[in-house]
Every structure is written in structure tokens, then in C-alpha cells.
């Protein structure tokens, strides 16, 4: 049906159906895929990552052998930011909103909220 005989599409000649049905395909260059679960994190290290967009419906492909983690353990100091946000549920707004009334900066009103248990109220209070 689909052409003949060597067993499937030249990589072309299918990437020139998938734009025809409109899908958008992308590749991604990941240096790292985390995914997290309740159980364990999969770290995936020089992962190839490829988007497909099927008309405002994305779907990632992730292509590489994972390393299993202890879960939350994965991440961290890569980013910069995600080493204060691991593992805390305190909003940016509600510590932007803290900083701001309290005259201090955001990782100090983190900590101010994480200490009061995300309590703004009592955060800005200990700040003052």
C-alpha cells in the first residue's frame, strides 16, 4: 500500500507525508531528560529528543537507556533556579509577594515561607 517491496519509507519521502497531514516534526538538543515518579526518577543522559506537532497536540520521543534514580534526586544544580525550587511548594508569587512587602530578597522570603509553612502572613511578620 504504502510503496513497494524493501520493507517501509525512505526517511524523505515520509517526512513529505507527515508535513502533508500537517504534522510538524523537530528535533531537540536535550542535554538531559528527567522523568520523575513517585518511585524513582529515569535519567536520561544525551538523550535524542524528537517533537512532533499533530496540529496543536505535541508528542516527545525520547530515544537513550535511562539510569534509575532515587526519586527527586535527579536535577538540581543545572539549572541554577530548580536547586531552590527541588522540593518546594511555595509559588514564585507568593514568594515575590513576601520579598516585596518584607524589603528583603526572594530566598530569603523562601525560606521565611517555608519555615512558616507557606503561611504569607506569618512569613512577612518573621521578616520584619
Do not use: C, W
Amino acid at each position: 500500500m504504502f510503496g513497494g517491496g524493501g520493507g517501509g519509507l525512505n526517511p524523505r519521502k515520509m517526512e513529505q507525508m507527515m508535513e502533508q497531514m500537517g504534522i510538524d516534526v523537530e528535533d531537540i538538543d536535550a542535554e538531559e531528560v528527567i522523568i520523575r515518579t513517585d518511585e524513582y526518577d529515569l535519567v536520561f543522559d544525551d538523550a535524542e529528543v524528537t517533537k512532533m506537532d499533530a496540529r496543536g497536540q505535541e508528542t516527545y520521543q525520547v530515544i537513550g537507556s535511562p539510569e534509575e534514580v532515587e526519586a527527586g534526586s535527579a536535577g538540581g544544580s543545572a539549572g541554577g533556579e530548580s536547586d531552590s525550587d527541588a522540593g518546594s511548594s511555595i509559588p514564585d508569587e507568593d514568594v515575590e509577594l513576601v520579598a516585596t512587602r518584607a524589603g528583603v530578597g526572594e530566598d530569603e522570603a523562601r525560606e521565611a515561607l517555608e519555615a512558616n509553612d507557606g503561611d504569607l502572613a506569618a512569613a512577612v511578620g518573621s521578616l520584619e
